[in-house]
């Protein structure tokens, strides 16, 4: 991602912490010269530290995750525009945001009761903190589906986090801007949802 430095962090545990509280993520590979991208849920995995997903078999992309084949995986978590009135001090108008690109190579499980047990665990994690759903390894409709979908983890090679949160500006108005920041990620999103779901 392009700097400048003080946008950049190289600290882990802090990107990690974006996977954790921002899982649903891009993945990104390519064939030759044409670049494909889905949208899924991507967890990551404490024990092995690596990432861990699965994807529908129909989906064109399959064609492109070989074992050892580089991926980018996009994180988003919170952004907002930041209006000059929120500052304490004369100001431009920008754009505030946390990313996190992780850079790795596939590794596809095909094995059937291991590719169930990485959707066991996921849900597990999707479910937290006040589990209302358990998946069962032997749920007999996950033998239905398992032969629908990819399972694959990635193993990381390359992290790079980018917290564009004012930080080249003065103290007050750095937390200003990080105030700005958590009202817009808490904002009703209910009259937005009534207009998309609305048929035409």
């Not at 790079?160 to 080249?168: C, I, P, R, V, Y």
């Amino acid at each position: 991602m392009y700097p400048p430095p003080h946008h950049q962090t190289d600290d882990i545990q802090k990107m990690i912490a974006v996977i954790k509280a921002y899982p649903f993520a891009m993945l990104v590979s390519t064939e030759g010269n044409t670049p494909f991208i889905t949208h899924i849920p991507i967890i990551y995995n404490e024990a092995t530290g690596k990432l861990v997903a699965h994807i529908d078999k129909n989906n064109p992309q399959v064609e492109t995750l070989k074992n050892g084949a580089e991926v980018t995986v996009v994180f988003k978590g919170p952004d907002c525009y930041i209006s000059p009135s929120v500052y304490s001090t004369p100001q431009l108008p920008t754009w505030n945001y946390i990313s996190v690109h992780i850079t790795g190579t596939i590794q596809l499980i095909n094995n059937p009761e291991a590719a169930k047990q990485t959707m066991v665990e996921m849900t597990r994690f999707l479910e937290q903190p006040h589990p209302k759903f358990k998946l069962a390894l032997d749920d007999p409709r996950m033998d239905r589906l398992i032969k629908y979908i990819q399972a694959f983890d990635i193993e990381i090679t390359a992290w790079e986090g980018k917290f564009k949160l004012s930080q080249d500006k003065n103290a007050e108005d750095f937390k200003l801007a990080k105030r700005a920041l958590v009202k817009s990620s808490q904002k009703n999103i209910a009259s937005f949802l009534e207009k998309i779901y609305t048929s035409s």
